[in-house]
T-cell receptor
Framework: GIQVEQSPPDLILQEGANSTLRCNFSDSVNNLQWFHQNPWGQLINLFYIPSGTKQNGRLSATTVATERYSLLYISSSQTTDSGVYFCAVVRRGGSEKLVFGKGTKLTVNP | DAGVTQSPTHLIKTRGQQVTLRCSPKSGHDTVSWYQQALGQGPQFIFQYYEEEERQRGNFPDRFSGHQFPNYSSELNVNALLLGDSALYLC?????????????FGPGTRLLVL
């Protein structure tokens, strides 16, 4: 099946810093979503971005489908950004299931 | 507009018991998928329901079964619970238009098997 690799696995920042999270995937995809999982386990949708670039406030994402990677940018980080960030994809031509990476655990210190 | 809801929020069972988890999809959605998330891991796909039938299934044993009702809500049943079934169970809903739709997740049910 399709492989999804996220890096780095852990990231510690001071409040106000910027960061880039990466997601590599091993096959063509129809769907790519970024999620933020808060400490209570809720998966919050950040972006639906199978290709192109999107921005939402301090967050932006870029997916280069031809090169099979996606980047999530967080600017001016806040303590509330802490949590685990997941990338998930649906393989083109495969079953309609989201395949998740192992996540990047982000800690933002005050 | 109500999002995806799940019940119960927490559950404690003993080995060998059976459990039923419930999910109501986001308003307007007709497809429900279930995922299992073990501690420190990403969610793993269990199965997907559409038009009251199981349409896709991940690599989970037959002890895991489900149901979808005419109002699109869904249940996940796990029989003969094992310690390894302890996890966060997440329900996601979407509108069945192929794979191009965003999936929205509920808050999850934390299951602890003792």
């Amino acid at each position: 099946g399709i492989q999804v690799e996220q890096s780095p696995p852990d990231l510690i920042l001071q409040e106000g810093a910027n960061s880039t999270l990466r997601c590599n995937f091993s096959d063509s995809v129809n769907n790519l979503q970024w999620f933020h999982q808060n400490p209570w386990g809720q998966l919050i949708n950040l972006f639906y971005i199978p290709s192109g670039t999107k921005q939402n406030g301090r967050l932006s994402a870029t997916t280069v489908a031809t090169e099979r990677y996606s980047l999530l940018y967080i600017s001016s980080s806040q303590t509330t950004d802490s949590g685990v960030y997941f990338c998930a994809v649906v393989r083109r031509g495969g079953s309609e299931k989201l395949v998740f990476g192992k996540g990047t655990k982000l800690t933002v210190n005050p | 507009d109500a999002g995806v809801t799940q019940s119960p929020t927490h559950l404690i069972k003993t080995r060998g018991q059976q459990v039923t988890l419930r999910c109501s999809p986001k308003s307007g959605h007709d497809t429900v998928s279930w995922y299992q998330q073990a501690l420190g891991q990403g969610p793993q796909f269990i199965f997907q329901y559409y038009e009251e039938e199981e349409r896709q299934r991940g690599n989970f044993p037959d002890r895991f079964s489900g149901h979808q009702f005419p109002n699109y809500s869904s249940e996940l049943n796990v029989n003969a619970l094992l310690l390894g079934d302890s996890a966060l169970y997440l329900c996601a809903s979407s509108l069945k238009r192929g794979v191009l739709e965003t999936q929205y997740f509920g808050p999850g049910t934390r299951l602890l098997v003792l």
